[in-house]
């Protein structure tokens, strides 16, 4: 079965960098875009890229441009997410999803079919 | 960039029918996707496409569209299907493309 397991809680100081992992089993990663999403506390869903796991392409929310660095290794089927230059409203729960739609595809449709549990990210001084 | 619109929140009663409206430019071009999240879970992929079911979903999740407007409608509600629902399309703009999530509904089974 597929699951994506993320690593764990991360406490950060204003201005660090949190780097978040997300290792997929139960199919073959590099078969299948991956996108990260984050939800603030008591807020909704934000999507923030995406990344091509057999290619290394990536493409990111305009928000998060310069900030955000999305990386995979095939070697050990881990997608990882980088947020440097925190602040306190990057507080949020960060989630990696799989999209349904094939690596080969030119772009991903977009449907997130598979979720990680989530990894919170707090940044307080 | 695009922005979907739902409403914050809607009721209904067991057993009865609800639909959960999405609004936006981009989806005159794209469809929605439609994910159910209850509090301290992760999101959970319950239509996609024009009117697709992942595995395990209930068949009283359907989705359709017309216009700039995709909904969602529970058939049927049970007790279990009160949670957040979240709309989600590819932006209209950019390439490659960028994905946008609606603002988000609180259904509220009684």
């Known amino acids: 079965q597929v699951q994506l397991v993320q690593s764990g809680a991360e406490v950060k100081k204003p201005g660090a960098s949190v780097k978040v992992s997300c290792k997929a089993s139960?199919?073959?990663?590099?078969?299948?875009?991956m996108h990260w999403v984050r939800q603030a506390p008591g807020q909704g869903l934000e999507w923030m890229g995406w990344i091509n796991p057999n290619s290394g392409g990536t493409n990111y929310a305009q928000k998060f441009q310069g900030r955000v660095t999305m990386t995979r290794d095939t070697s050990i089927s881990t997608a990882y997410m980088e947020l440097s230059r925190l602040r306190s409203d990057d507080t949020a729960v960060y989630y990696c999803a799989r999209d349904r739609g094939y690596s080969s595809s030119w772009y991903p449709p977009g449907y997130f079919d598979y979720w990680g549990q989530g990894t919170l990210v707090t940044v307080s001084s | 960039s695009s922005e979907l619109t739902q409403d914050p929140a809607v009721s209904v009663a067991l057993g009865q029918t609800v639909r959960i409206t999405c609004q936006g430019d981009s989806l005159r071009s794209y469809y929605a996707s439609w994910y159910q999240q209850k509090p301290g879970q992760a999101p959970v992929l319950v239509i996609y496409g024009k009117n697709n079911r992942p595995s395990g979903i209930p068949d009283r999740f359907s989705g359709s569209s017309s216009g700039n407007t995709a909904s969602l409608t529970i058939t049927g509600a049970q007790a279990e299907d009160e949670a957040d629902y979240y709309c989600?399309?590819?932006?209209?703009?950019?390439?490659?493309?960028?994905?946008?999530f609606g603002t988000g509904t609180k259904v509220t089974v009684l």
């Open positions: 139960g199919y073959t990663f590099t078969g299948y875009y």
């Open positions: 989600n399309s590819r932006d209209s703009s950019g390439n490659p493309p960028n994905y946008v």
